[in-house]
T-cell receptor, first 114, second 120 residues
Protein backbone atom coordinates (compact mmCIF):
# COMPACT_ATOMS: atom_id res chain seq x y z
CA UNK A 1 0.00 0.00 0.00
CA UNK A 2 1.74 3.10 -1.25
CA UNK A 3 -1.06 5.54 -0.52
CA UNK A 4 -2.85 7.86 -2.92
CA UNK A 5 -0.61 9.28 -5.63
CA UNK A 6 -1.17 12.19 -7.97
CA UNK A 7 0.59 13.28 -11.11
CA UNK A 8 1.89 15.81 -11.90
CA UNK A 9 2.66 17.48 -8.60
CA UNK A 10 2.95 20.87 -10.25
CA UNK A 11 1.56 22.25 -13.49
CA UNK A 12 2.05 25.67 -15.03
CA UNK A 13 -0.06 26.48 -18.05
CA UNK A 14 -1.22 29.42 -20.07
CA UNK A 15 -4.75 30.66 -19.98
CA UNK A 16 -6.92 28.88 -22.51
CA UNK A 17 -4.95 25.63 -22.49
CA UNK A 18 -6.40 22.29 -21.39
CA UNK A 19 -4.86 20.38 -18.49
CA UNK A 20 -5.34 16.85 -17.19
CA UNK A 21 -4.42 15.49 -13.79
CA UNK A 22 -4.17 11.87 -12.74
CA UNK A 23 -4.96 10.21 -9.44
CA UNK A 24 -4.12 6.66 -8.40
CA UNK A 25 -6.07 5.64 -5.29
CA UNK A 26 -5.12 3.11 -2.66
CA UNK A 27 -5.45 -0.18 -4.53
CA UNK A 28 -8.44 -1.73 -2.75
CA UNK A 29 -10.41 1.51 -2.41
CA UNK A 30 -13.54 1.67 -4.53
CA UNK A 31 -14.42 5.31 -3.90
CA UNK A 32 -12.45 8.21 -5.29
CA UNK A 33 -12.99 11.92 -4.65
CA UNK A 34 -11.72 15.15 -6.19
CA UNK A 35 -11.37 18.42 -4.27
CA UNK A 36 -10.06 21.88 -5.03
CA UNK A 37 -8.18 23.89 -2.44
CA UNK A 38 -7.50 27.58 -2.95
CA UNK A 39 -5.11 29.62 -0.86
CA UNK A 40 -6.28 30.13 2.70
CA UNK A 41 -9.28 27.84 2.32
CA UNK A 42 -10.20 24.30 3.15
CA UNK A 43 -10.69 21.80 0.34
CA UNK A 44 -13.91 22.09 -1.67
CA UNK A 45 -15.59 18.89 -2.88
CA UNK A 46 -15.95 18.58 -6.65
CA UNK A 47 -16.98 15.05 -7.58
CA UNK A 48 -16.71 11.40 -6.64
CA UNK A 49 -16.72 7.92 -8.15
CA UNK A 50 -17.78 4.58 -6.85
CA UNK A 51 -15.85 2.09 -8.94
CA UNK A 52 -16.17 3.49 -12.47
CA UNK A 53 -19.50 5.27 -11.90
CA UNK A 54 -19.46 9.01 -11.31
CA UNK A 55 -22.21 9.36 -8.74
CA UNK A 56 -21.92 13.04 -7.95
CA UNK A 57 -20.87 15.70 -10.39
CA UNK A 58 -23.17 18.60 -9.65
CA UNK A 59 -20.43 20.26 -7.61
CA UNK A 60 -18.05 20.52 -10.54
CA UNK A 61 -17.29 24.20 -10.87
CA UNK A 62 -18.30 24.60 -14.49
CA UNK A 63 -18.75 22.59 -17.66
CA UNK A 64 -15.05 23.12 -18.32
CA UNK A 65 -14.35 20.56 -15.60
CA UNK A 66 -14.77 16.86 -16.22
CA UNK A 67 -13.57 13.69 -14.57
CA UNK A 68 -13.30 10.05 -15.54
CA UNK A 69 -12.48 6.76 -13.91
CA UNK A 70 -12.68 4.39 -16.85
CA UNK A 71 -11.79 1.08 -15.27
CA UNK A 72 -12.55 1.82 -11.68
CA UNK A 73 -8.89 2.27 -10.83
CA UNK A 74 -7.12 5.55 -11.58
CA UNK A 75 -9.01 8.75 -12.32
CA UNK A 76 -8.35 11.86 -14.39
CA UNK A 77 -9.60 15.39 -13.89
CA UNK A 78 -9.56 17.63 -16.95
CA UNK A 79 -9.96 21.38 -17.07
CA UNK A 80 -10.60 22.81 -20.50
CA UNK A 81 -9.86 26.39 -21.53
CA UNK A 82 -8.17 27.17 -18.24
CA UNK A 83 -8.68 30.53 -16.57
CA UNK A 84 -6.51 32.30 -14.02
CA UNK A 85 -9.18 31.59 -11.41
CA UNK A 86 -8.53 27.88 -11.84
CA UNK A 87 -5.16 28.27 -10.13
CA UNK A 88 -5.39 26.09 -7.04
CA UNK A 89 -4.35 22.80 -5.49
CA UNK A 90 -6.36 19.85 -6.79
CA UNK A 91 -6.60 17.02 -4.28
CA UNK A 92 -7.65 13.45 -4.76
CA UNK A 93 -8.82 11.16 -1.98
CA UNK A 94 -9.96 7.57 -1.81
CA UNK A 95 -11.95 5.46 0.61
CA UNK A 96 -13.23 1.96 1.08
CA UNK A 97 -16.97 1.50 1.12
CA UNK A 98 -18.11 0.22 4.47
CA UNK A 99 -15.13 1.38 6.48
CA UNK A 100 -16.78 4.46 7.91
CA UNK A 101 -15.74 6.35 4.84
CA UNK A 102 -12.48 7.74 6.08
CA UNK A 103 -10.92 9.45 3.11
CA UNK A 104 -7.19 9.25 2.50
CA UNK A 105 -5.69 12.11 0.56
CA UNK A 106 -2.98 12.32 -2.05
CA UNK A 107 -0.30 15.04 -2.16
CA UNK A 108 -2.23 17.14 -4.66
CA UNK A 109 -1.47 18.80 -7.98
CA UNK A 110 -0.73 22.49 -7.77
CA UNK A 111 -1.97 24.33 -10.88
CA UNK A 112 -0.83 27.80 -11.88
CA UNK A 113 -2.57 29.43 -14.81
CA UNK A 114 -0.67 32.36 -16.29
CA UNK B 1 -26.29 22.86 3.43
CA UNK B 2 -23.81 22.08 6.13
CA UNK B 3 -21.19 24.59 7.16
CA UNK B 4 -18.06 24.22 9.24
CA UNK B 5 -16.49 27.16 11.06
CA UNK B 6 -13.01 27.38 12.49
CA UNK B 7 -12.78 30.71 14.26
CA UNK B 8 -9.06 30.64 14.98
CA UNK B 9 -7.01 31.38 11.85
CA UNK B 10 -3.79 30.85 13.82
CA UNK B 11 -2.79 29.41 17.18
CA UNK B 12 0.58 29.27 18.88
CA UNK B 13 1.69 26.97 21.68
CA UNK B 14 4.92 26.20 23.47
CA UNK B 15 6.43 22.79 22.88
CA UNK B 16 5.17 20.24 25.45
CA UNK B 17 2.13 22.36 26.29
CA UNK B 18 -1.51 21.66 25.49
CA UNK B 19 -3.53 23.48 22.86
CA UNK B 20 -7.19 23.32 21.86
CA UNK B 21 -8.45 24.09 18.37
CA UNK B 22 -12.09 25.08 17.97
CA UNK B 23 -14.62 23.93 15.40
CA UNK B 24 -18.34 24.49 15.15
CA UNK B 25 -20.69 23.23 12.49
CA UNK B 26 -24.23 23.72 11.36
CA UNK B 27 -26.49 20.87 10.32
CA UNK B 28 -30.06 19.76 10.59
CA UNK B 29 -29.10 16.09 10.46
CA UNK B 30 -29.04 13.93 13.54
CA UNK B 31 -26.20 11.65 12.56
CA UNK B 32 -22.96 12.33 10.71
CA UNK B 33 -19.19 12.00 10.90
CA UNK B 34 -16.70 14.61 12.04
CA UNK B 35 -12.98 14.63 11.30
CA UNK B 36 -9.83 16.53 12.07
CA UNK B 37 -7.20 16.50 9.33
CA UNK B 38 -3.65 17.82 9.52
CA UNK B 39 -1.90 19.36 6.51
CA UNK B 40 1.83 19.97 7.08
CA UNK B 41 3.54 22.52 4.82
CA UNK B 42 3.85 21.15 1.29
CA UNK B 43 2.73 17.74 2.43
CA UNK B 44 -0.45 15.78 2.08
CA UNK B 45 -3.46 15.87 4.32
CA UNK B 46 -3.43 13.28 7.08
CA UNK B 47 -6.35 12.09 9.18
CA UNK B 48 -5.85 12.93 12.85
CA UNK B 49 -9.06 11.73 14.43
CA UNK B 50 -12.68 10.95 13.59
CA UNK B 51 -15.92 10.94 15.55
CA UNK B 52 -19.25 9.33 14.77
CA UNK B 53 -22.04 11.60 16.00
CA UNK B 54 -24.06 8.73 17.45
CA UNK B 55 -21.21 7.89 19.82
CA UNK B 56 -21.30 9.85 23.03
CA UNK B 57 -17.76 8.95 23.98
CA UNK B 58 -15.15 11.40 22.77
CA UNK B 59 -12.59 9.95 20.36
CA UNK B 60 -8.93 9.75 21.42
CA UNK B 61 -5.80 8.96 19.44
CA UNK B 62 -2.66 9.07 21.55
CA UNK B 63 -1.96 12.77 22.24
CA UNK B 64 -5.02 13.90 20.29
CA UNK B 65 -8.51 13.99 21.71
CA UNK B 66 -11.76 15.70 20.89
CA UNK B 67 -14.46 17.38 22.91
CA UNK B 68 -17.65 16.61 21.01
CA UNK B 69 -20.66 18.60 22.18
CA UNK B 70 -23.49 17.51 19.90
CA UNK B 71 -26.14 19.87 21.22
CA UNK B 72 -23.81 22.82 20.86
CA UNK B 73 -22.56 21.53 17.49
CA UNK B 74 -19.01 21.89 18.67
CA UNK B 75 -16.06 19.63 17.91
CA UNK B 76 -12.78 20.87 19.37
CA UNK B 77 -9.39 19.16 19.08
CA UNK B 78 -7.03 18.99 22.02
CA UNK B 79 -3.36 18.30 21.41
CA UNK B 80 -1.43 17.34 24.53
CA UNK B 81 2.35 17.50 24.93
CA UNK B 82 2.72 19.49 21.70
CA UNK B 83 5.67 18.53 19.51
CA UNK B 84 7.45 20.42 16.75
CA UNK B 85 6.07 17.93 14.25
CA UNK B 86 2.54 19.00 15.13
CA UNK B 87 3.06 22.30 13.32
CA UNK B 88 0.61 22.34 10.42
CA UNK B 89 -2.76 23.54 9.16
CA UNK B 90 -5.56 21.72 10.92
CA UNK B 91 -8.90 21.30 9.20
CA UNK B 92 -12.17 20.29 10.74
CA UNK B 93 -14.49 18.42 8.39
CA UNK B 94 -18.06 17.16 8.33
CA UNK B 95 -19.49 14.29 6.36
CA UNK B 96 -23.10 13.34 5.91
CA UNK B 97 -24.35 9.83 6.31
CA UNK B 98 -25.30 8.15 3.08
CA UNK B 99 -28.94 8.03 4.12
CA UNK B 100 -29.02 11.81 3.84
CA UNK B 101 -27.17 11.82 0.51
CA UNK B 102 -29.73 9.86 -1.43
CA UNK B 103 -27.96 6.61 -0.71
CA UNK B 104 -24.64 7.66 -2.15
CA UNK B 105 -21.53 9.03 -0.59
CA UNK B 106 -20.84 12.70 -0.16
CA UNK B 107 -17.71 14.75 -0.02
CA UNK B 108 -16.31 16.28 3.11
CA UNK B 109 -17.24 19.84 4.05
CA UNK B 110 -14.18 21.55 5.45
CA UNK B 111 -13.59 24.61 7.59
CA UNK B 112 -11.02 27.22 6.59
CA UNK B 113 -8.40 25.74 8.84
CA UNK B 114 -6.27 26.79 11.80
CA UNK B 115 -2.55 27.33 11.40
CA UNK B 116 -0.83 25.80 14.43
CA UNK B 117 2.60 27.12 15.36
CA UNK B 118 4.75 25.26 17.86
CA UNK B 119 7.25 27.44 19.73
CA UNK B 120 10.41 25.55 20.76
Amino acid sequence: DTGVSQDPRHKITKRGQNVTFRCDPISEHNRLYWYRQTLGQGPEFLTYFQNEAQLEKSRLLSDRFSAERPKGSFSTLEIQRTEQGDSAMYLCASSLLGWGETQYFGPGTRLLVL
Amino acid sequence: AQTVTQSQPEMSVQEAETVTLSCTYDTSESDYYLFWYKQPPSRQMILVIRQEAYKQQNATENRFSVNFQKAAKSFSLKISDSQLGDAAMYFCAYRRLEEYSGGGADGLTFGKGTHLIIQP
